[in-house]
T-cell receptor
Framework: DAMVIQNPRYQVTQFGKPVTLSCSQT?????MYWYQQKSSQAPKLLFH???????NEADTPDNFQSRRPNTSFCFLDIRSPGLGDAAMYLC?????????????FGAGTRLSVL | AQTVTQSQPEMSVQEAETVTLSCTYD???????LFWYKQPPSRQMILVIR??????QNATENRFSVNFQKAAKSFSLKISDSQLGDAAMYFC??????????FGKGTRLHILP
């Protein structure tokens, strides 16, 4: 019944080795978000897609990229992971509409950088 | 810019008792949404309750209710009859006019059996 699915749940990568995290949704929502959450901190928005329109947060490092090939899938690419990129990465979706925008979250991918 | 402040990093409550989690926010917008999200350990974040700023009536969802004070910019969450399954990190969140959600730093709630 999972509606927002993130794979893998745990990812280990090496310093500087590119890594891709994936997110898929069965809700047919037009907005998809990527958040970074470090231990005991609030989720921090990295970027979001409104349909195919990409919206990057001003303080998101260039090291982070994203792709959304279709409505259902969204990917987070970290081109050269550093130790500081170790975190939980959360994907969320919503249906943008006036009076709405409840975000539905996936279970997250915990990234470790060795 | 909007900010969300949760002043209680951790709280504990006895099972079956009532607990209130605090949240304040700052905004110049007049119309917005407020949310409480729950993030259990190693599990996904889920919406607990939401409040539209234009509604004066406080939102209620079963054992969860809010005390929304718009003038004071306060949005607290009350959990009645606390259960072991309520143990989680709770995030207060604000939805801005540009459709982004701003989260507070969270309150970790422990339920004591």
């Amino acid at each position: 019944d999972a509606m927002v699915i993130q794979n893998p749940r745990y990812q280990v990568t090496q310093f500087g080795k590119p890594v891709t995290l994936s997110c898929s949704q069965t809700l047919n929502h037009n907005v998809m978000y990527w958040y970074q959450q470090k231990s005991s901190q609030a989720p921090k928005l990295l970027f979001h897609y409104y349909d195919k329109d990409f919206n990057n947060e001003a303080d998101t490092p260039d090291n982070f990229q994203s792709r959304r090939p279709n409505t259902s899938f969204c990917f987070l690419d970290i081109r050269s992971p550093g130790l500081g990129d170790a975190a939980m990465y959360l994907c969320a979706t919503s249906r943008y509409a006036v009076g709405s925008n409840i975000q539905y979250f996936g279970a997250g991918t915990r990234l470790s950088v060795l | 810019a909007q900010t969300v402040t949760q002043s209680q990093p951790e709280m504990s409550v006895q099972e079956a008792e009532t607990v209130t989690l605090s949240c304040t926010y700052d905004t110049s917008e007049s119309d917005y949404y407020l949310f409480w999200y729950k993030q259990p350990p190693s599990r996904q974040m889920i919406l607990v309750i939401r409040q539209e700023a234009y509604k004066q009536q406080n939102a209620t969802e079963n054992r969860f209710s809010v005390n929304f004070q718009k003038a004071a910019k306060s949005f607290s969450l009350k959990i009645s009859d606390s259960q072991l399954g309520d143990a989680a990190m709770y995030f207060c969140a604000y939805r801005s006019a540009n459709d982004k959600i701003i989260f507070g730093k969270g309150t970790r709630l422990h339920i004591l059996p």
